[in-house]
């Protein structure tokens, strides 16, 4: 299947420090997405890419669409503690635009 | 602004029961989604209708069924529910712009479990 290997699984880092996780898949996508979830709430998108190399930052986050179309990344700069929750990867496999499949997420904690 | 609501938020059934979950968006888009998360494993994705009277097996079906009533609204049936399916169930919808680009707004989930 278009299955999505994210990576690391978790995070413990301290504030003020850096994040970087990412996202593979065997199969090209179309769409790469990041979502972050809270407890208890649904995921909420933070970043979109839409293009091979594309290169887009949200604040303090940064993400980037490879140029194979079959990888992702997600870096998070100077983390604060609000930064804590479950990251995803997502995206639209180049076969069907209305399907969308998730990572299994990393769980990232920050230490203040 | 309600955005996609979801309801029940919590459930919890005897084994063999049945139940249907809810799901309205109120943004007019054509793509919903059911996913299933479970600890350590992600979302996964039981089913998605791509418009109105369409809908499509995603990862996860088997032991689900779906209806896309309306526009907007797109429900998931458990005939008979097993522990296996306790999980929380999200709901999502989508929509793609004129350049193609989309993003997925979700409900804030159903709590389900099978006992």
């Known amino acids: 299947g278009q299955q999505l290997n994210q990576s690391p699984q978790s995070m413990f880092i301290q504030e003020g420090e850096d994040v970087s996780m990412n996202c593979t898949s065997s199969?090209?996508?179309?769409?790469w997405l990041w979502y972050k979830q809270d407890p208890g709430e649904g995921p909420v998108l933070l970043i979109a890419?839409?293009?091979?190399?594309e290169l887009t930052s949200n604040g303090r986050l940064t993400a980037q669409f490879g140029i194979t179309r079959k990888d992702s990344f997600l870096n998070i700069s100077a983390s604060i503690p609000s930064d804590v929750g479950i990251y995803f990867c997502?995206?639209?496999?180049?076969?069907?635009?209305?399907?969308?499949?998730f990572g299994a997420g990393t769980r990232l904690t920050v230490k203040p | 602004n309600a955005g996609v609501t979801q309801t029940p938020k919590f459930q919890v059934l005897k084994t063999g029961q049945s139940m249907t979950l809810q799901c309205a968006q109120d943004?007019?888009?054509?793509?919903m989604y059911w996913y299933r998360q479970d600890p350590g494993m992600g979302l996964r994705l039981i089913y998605y209708?791509?418009?109105?009277?369409?809908?499509d097996k995603g990862e996860v079906p088997n032991g689900y069924n779906v209806s896309r009533l309306n526009k907007r609204e797109f429900s998931l049936r458990l005939e008979s529910a097993a522990p296996s399916q306790t999980s929380v169930y999200f709901c999502?919808?989508?929509?793609?712009?004129?350049?193609?680009?989309?993003?997925?707004?979700f409900g804030q989930g159903t709590r389900l479990t099978v006992v």
């Open positions: 999502a919808s989508s929509e793609a712009d004129r350049a193609g680009n989309t993003e997925a707004f």
């Open positions: 199969s090209i996508f179309n769409t």
């Open positions: 890419l839409y293009k091979a190399g």
């Open positions: 997502a995206g639209h496999p180049m076969y069907n635009n209305n399907d969308m499949r």
């Open positions: 943004m007019n888009h054509n793509s």
């Open positions: 209708s791509a418009s109105e009277g369409t809908t």
